[in-house]
Nanobody, 127 residues
Framework: QVQLAESGGGLVQAGGSLRLSCAAS?????????????MGWFRQAPGKEREFVST????????YYADSVKGRFTISRDNAKNTVYLQMNSLKPEDSAVYYC???????????????WGQGTQVTVSS
């Protein structure tokens, strides 16, 4: 079983930066390794649905972003460390949410395409 653990959340003022990390451990029943999974970041604010933030193909060669974070957030991955990152700059109060990382077979914006999910890390941006 693949386990994902997010870290790096916290409280930051508007305009500030945070870097989230998502460390993967374990292995899928199929034997598939972390390096073969697409990795995505999603977020969910209170009273709202979970929304797509960013995703990376297994190699990191293809990345996609929600329009709301494009130009401010950067996804990257280090397959040697089984870790994916989300660098968040120029944070806004509306970025406040619980951020989740997820692993799936393809890099899409659809949450249901992802098989494994972390527990989430809280990001709060004060104005």
């Amino acid at each position: 079983q693949v386990q994902l653990a997010e870290s790096g959340g916290g409280l930051v003022q508007a305009g500030g930066s945070l870097r989230l990390s998502c460390a993967a451990s374990g292995r899928a029943p199929s034997g598939r390794a972390f390096s073969s999974y697409a990795m995505g970041w999603f977020r969910q604010a209170p009273g709202k649905e979970r929304e797509f933030v960013s995703t990376s193909s297994w190699s990191g060669g293809s990345t996609y972003y929600a329009d709301s974070v494009k130009g401010r957030f950067t996804i990257s991955r280090d397959n040697a460390k089984n870790t994916v990152y989300l660098q968040m700059n120029s944070l806004k109060p509306e970025d406040s949410a619980v951020y989740y990382c997820a692993a799936g077979t393809i890099a899409t914006q659809r949450p249901y395409d992802y098989t494994y999910w972390g527990q989430g890390t809280q990001v709060t941006v004060s104005s």
